[in-house]
């Protein structure tokens, strides 16, 4: 992984700590053969109000890291937010939507 991308991971994991998200995990996604993304981050939420925090704050870091593009999928109301940009994924749970679909696992297994 270039250095860049692994501050930018970083940066981005220490800013959902500062803003206490829940369950922070990071999955580094370089070797996998489907080549979904670079790396995969997944974090909760305690509320749908601190979800879409969460994502807006992520949102404006990466814009000021001159990404080419910054698309943000779902609504905190949905219990689920995608953020992707240039081979990064954030995803952002309301806690009971991340057991559920349990994509810790699914990110392990790839």
């Not at 959902?16 to 998200?21: G, I, R, S, V, W």
């Not at 489907?34 to 974090?43: E, G």
């Not at 937010?81 to 749970?93: A, K, N, Y």
Request: aromatic content about 6%.
């Amino acid at each position: 992984m270039g250095n860049s991308k692994k501050i930018t991971r970083d940066e981005i994991i220490k800013i959902l700590e500062d803003k206490k998200a829940v369950d922070i995990q990071s999955y580094d996604l370089q070797e996998n053969k489907t080549k979904l993304s670079d790396f995969c981050i997944i974090a909760s939420g305690t509320s749908s109000r601190h979800a879409e925090g969460l994502v807006d704050i992520v949102r404006k870091f990466l814009k000021t890291t001159k990404r080419q593009k910054v698309h943000v999928e779902g609504r905190a109301q949905s219990g689920w937010m995608l953020l992707e940009s240039c081979g990064i994924e954030v995803h952002i749970f309301k806690p009971e939507l991340r057991e559920y679909y349990d994509i810790d696992e699914i990110m392990k297994a790839l």
